[in-house]
């Protein structure tokens, strides 16, 4: 699988995570992304929720990620419900 779906997969499995989850800390994240079967780094989720957080281009809007400093969460403050339409259908296409 080319690098660029892996990303992919991270990023729609770690949205899915908070979005169906709620406040989760990075390492919740990171174990959910395991057992979802992605073989992936703890320092590689930090770096990928930073990401989503900060890099408005990844899907082209801003979606709101906070990372809470008191409590060391992450979560958002307005979920995109249509982004999951586009991730899903970029994860069939593979």
């Not at 590689?44 to 281009?57: A, E, N, R, Y």
């Not at 979606?63 to 259908?89: A, H, I």
Request: glycine share 6%.
């Amino acid at each position: 699988m080319a690098q660029n779906q892996e990303a992919l997969l991270r990023y729609w499995t770690i949205l899915k995570t908070i979005n169906s989850r709620g406040k989760l800390t990075s390492k919740e994240i990171w174990n959910s992304c395991k057992n979802s079967g992605i073989k992936v780094g703890y320092r590689t989720i930090q770096k990928d929720l930073g990401d989503l957080k900060d890099d408005h281009t990844i899907f082209g809007r801003d979606l709101t990620l906070v990372n809470d400093s008191s409590s060391q969460k992450w979560y958002c403050e307005e979920f995109p419900r249509e982004l999951f339409s586009m991730l899903e259908l970029e994860r069939l296409m593979r």
